[in-house]
Each structure stands twice: as C-alpha cells, then as structure tokens.
C-alpha cells in the first residue's frame, strides 16, 4: 500500500496517550508488561520513563512525540510489514509515519514473544 499525505497527516495528529493503552493492553494479553513495553519505545526514541509520562500527560500529538524523540541509529534495521505496509518501501517524504510504523513493530515483535535481544536490534560486528 502507498502512504498519503491525508494517511500521514491523519497519524501525525493522533494523541499518542490515546494509542498507548492500547499498545499496553495488547502485550499484557500476550503475557508481556508495562516495563517491556517503555523499554522498546526508550530503545527506540530515547524517551525515559518520566519523559515518557511526561509526554502521556500533556497528550502530545504523534507529530510531537517523534519531534522530540532521538530515534535510534539502528531503527533502519526495523523491516517487514505493518497494516499491510512494507516500512522499508515507505517514502522519506512521510517519514513521521514511517516511525510511527516502526515502532508499531517492535511493538508486534514483543507481543508476539520475540526476545528483546532481537527486538533491540544491533548492528552485527
């Protein structure tokens, strides 16, 4: 599928603290915690736990909460498919969504029992 401008636009005016109970409720139903979850998104933005509340609080839109991460240097290495988008073939011109999906997989990769080595991608040496 192809992103469009009102896809992306629709994304970045999401309130992440909307979407984030629904995040957690998924991994808790596949026996995964709170915990696991904020280490994925730190991992992946740079956000602690208190920024991260912070965030939640203020009810930042999508848009602002990818404004202000410091998204990983190996988030390239986040691959495959999420709500029928292949991330790697998302154009850079949306690239708000493409975090957006990205972070989604990892948070599919943790619901689905993936180890958290795997999901915490390195670079191989």
């Given at each position: 599928m192809k992103v469009t401008a009102?896809?992306?636009?629709?994304?970045?005016?999401?309130?992440?603290?909307?979407?984030?109970?629904?995040?957690?409720?998924?991994?808790e139903k596949n026996g995964r915690t709170k915990e696991e979850l904020?280490?994925?998104?730190?991992?992946?933005?740079?956000?602690?736990?208190?920024t991260l509340q912070v965030l939640i609080d203020e009810k930042v839109t999508f848009k602002t909460f990818f404004q202000k991460a410091k998204i990983h240097p190996?988030?390239?290495?986040?691959?495959?498919?999420?709500?029928g988008y292949r991330i790697e073939e998302i154009e850079d011109e949306f690239e708000l969504y493409k975090q957006c999906r990205r972070m989604e997989k990892l948070i599919?990769?943790?619901?689905?029992?993936?180890?958290?080595?795997?999901?915490?991608r390195e670079e191989k040496k």
């Open positions: 009102e896809k992306n636009e629709k994304v970045a005016n999401m309130i992440f603290a909307s979407i984030y109970p629904l995040y957690l409720n998924r991994l904020n280490k994925v998104i730190k991992w992946f933005t740079g956000f602690d736990q208190d190996n988030a390239h290495m986040i691959k495959g498919v999420v709500c599919d990769e943790l619901a689905k029992g993936r180890k958290m080595e795997k999901i915490l």
